[in-house]
């Protein structure tokens, strides 16, 4: 090989080096990286549900479910309740617009399981247990379901919160013997945290 001959292989082996790196840079990474920030946000983002009383009943308030280490933190402020203990569960439809709640379905049971408390091993996805109302009527409630999800087999979104006028017993079947519907709330997608 002569000196010429080398000098135009260096060249040529500099130029596609060279173009290695100015394409992936500056074409092709921010595209994938743009799909992979849309996925992971239909995916994954935040869910929120506006619950409204059902007829006859006073109880309204909101829940959150943000992505969390461990699972979904589920945060609820509800009020206009009696004191006391009152079911909280994911109902299976994303409806209420009967006037009872009833239009909601049973709990969120893809697997078909028996119903239970949160902390079971196996139990409804959407038994998410109990508020606990206080004498003016206020509950509040967060702690992160390992169960619930905001995307797959066990996503909530799209179907219902429903708070209970009795406590559920986490035992009786299908439904914790929690009593009629006081409140209802579809479960939709939230707008991303602001940082
Ligand atoms: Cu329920
Ligand atoms: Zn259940």
Redesign the pocket.
């Known amino acids: 090989m002569n000196i010429a001959k080398m000098i135009a292989v260096v060249l040529l082996a500099a130029a596609f080096s060279t173009l290695d790196f100015t394409a992936t840079p500056g074409v092709e990474a921010p595209l994938l990286s743009l799909a992979a920030a849309d996925q992971a946000a239909s995916q994954q983002g935040p869910a929120l549900a506006t619950l409204v009383a059902t007829e006859g009943n006073s109880a309204s308030g909101s829940v959150s479910f943000t992505p969390a280490e461990g699972g979904v933190r589920v945060q609820a402020q509800l009020s206009g309740l009696t004191a006391g203990g009152h079911g909280f569960?994911i109902h299976q439809w994303g409806d209420c617009s009967s006037g009872d709640g009833k239009s909601a379905g049973g709990?969120f049971?893809p697997a078909s399981v028996d119903?239970?408390g949160p902390l079971a091993e196996s139990?409804?996805v959407?038994?998410l247990g109990n508020l606990g109302a206080d004498a003016e009527g206020n509950a509040s409630y967060d702690r992160v379901d390992s169960v619930i999800a905001l995307s797959g087999a066990n996503s909530i979104v799209g179907r219902a919160v429903i708070v209970h006028a009795g406590a559920d017993d986490l035992t009786s079947q299908?439904?914790?013997a929690a009593g009629a519907r006081v409140a209802c709330g579809v479960i939709g997608t939230a707008a991303p945290a602001a940082d």
Request: net charge neutral; hydrophobic share 10%.
């Open positions: 569960h709990h049971n119903h239970a139990r409804h959407g038994d299908p439904t914790g």
